[in-house]
């Protein structure tokens, strides 16, 4: 293959059009790395690499359903992953997809909608360039969205370090560092799931109580009726989540004789209303509640997933509080954790509703 650095007459821009995949700006920008699908001899961007590694053959179908179907020019994933810049792509081999859809029981990977497509695709991808050393415990946003209004959010994926580069809890870097002209790919051995607000809660170790209670609170039901309501992707999911700290203080509280020292040995019942008091479920149309809209909501009253004026609590964005039914405020930590069918911030004391 000729790699071709000077593009300056229009015959040459001609050949291209023929030959390659449209970079989608003016033929006389000298710093356009070009390539020809299916002859990329020497890859030095991520689109090549993609192209010619026989193990990313998946993942270049549906890049390349992104980019036939893209209506803009940002939206030209393969144009786009071939210009200079700096982005770091978390590529599933072959056989990480292959994984994916049996276990996904998804029979024919052509047959999924193009947003779907979308948005797993991106959700691979971060801005910047990321080496394995970069990356520390903790959340990223990556480059997946969600609608939020009249603008997107981007998805949040949490990296942990602690054994290796493991992405969203199931994912693992197998191969790392391939060092490109416009970022990095690292080879991951798993598809990264879009997360939900009940996944992102349960991989992030500062809130493993709730995650705990929300397990807790669906034990003996026949389907996990809180962890769904968490999980669903057909409503617009806010979780104010108390911290392991506040969930310390909670047990103290109900209990000042110390015999109940964990989530657990409350009952089921009682831990369902305090998990629901501290989340709000809306309809899809209505957007989750990101810092951006706080200042908008003062001393307002939100209905959460425990239904009834028993589940309202009094919200104050402009002051970062929330008071409970039982008049106990907690302050915001305003994390903007965003999942893909909501968002999560943090907050300092347990909400109760006045009868558990």
Do not use: W
Not at 36 to 47: A, D, H, K, L, Y
Not at 325 to 354: C, E, F, Y
């Amino acid at each position: 293959m000729k790699i071709k650095h000077n593009i300056k007459t229009y015959f040459t821009s001609l050949l291209a059009a023929v030959f390659m995949v449209s970079c989608n700006v003016p033929d006389d920008n000298t710093d356009v790395i070009h390539f020809v699908p299916g002859e990329v001899e020497n890859p030095v961007t991520i689109t090549q690499v993609i192209i010619k590694d026989p193990n990313f053959s998946i993942l270049e179908k549906l890049m390349r359903r992104i980019e036939a179907t893209a209506t803009t020019p940002s939206g030209r994933i393969l144009s786009n992953l071939n210009l200079p810049g700096n982005t770091t792509v978390f590529a599933p081999t072959d056989a990480a997809f292959n994984a994916f859809l049996t276990a996904n029981q998804i029979a024919d990977i052509d047959k999924l909608p193009i947003a779907t497509v979308t948005s797993m695709v991106y959700n691979h991808l971060l801005t910047g360039k990321f080496l394995v050393a970069d990356f520390t415990t903790g959340f990223r946003s990556t480059q997946a969205t969600r609608d939020s209004g009249a603008n997107l959010v981007n998805l949040s994926m949490y990296v942990n370090t602690a054994n290796g580069v493991v992405l969203n809890g199931t994912s693992k870097i197998v191969s790392s560092n391939l060092n490109l002209n416009n970022g990095v790919i690292h080879t991951v051995d798993a598809v990264i799931k879009l997360p939900t607000v009940k996944d992102l809660i349960a991989l992030n170790p500062a809130t493993s109580t709730f995650a705990a209670a929300i397990t807790h609170a669906d034990t003996g039901l026949a389907t996990p009726v809180v962890g769904d309501a968490l999980a669903n992707t057909s409503n617009s999911v806010t979780a104010f989540v108390p911290t392991n700290a506040a969930f310390t203080s909670l047990l103290t509280e109900l209990d000042p004789s110390g015999n109940t020292t964990t989530i657990q040995g409350l009952p089921s019942t009682q831990v369902a209303n305090i998990v629901k008091i501290n989340a709000v479920s809306t309809a899809s149309t209505t957007v989750a509640i990101s810092s951006k809209f706080f200042t908008s909501r003062t001393n307002t009253k939100l209905q959460t997933l425990l239904t009834g004026t028993a589940g309202q609590v009094n919200f104050n964005g402009t002051t970062k509080k929330i008071v409970d039914p039982r008049m106990r405020t907690a302050n915001i930590t305003p994390l903007d954790i965003q999942g893909s069918n909501g968002v999560i911030h943090t907050v300092d004391k347990v909400m109760l509703p006045v009868t558990l």
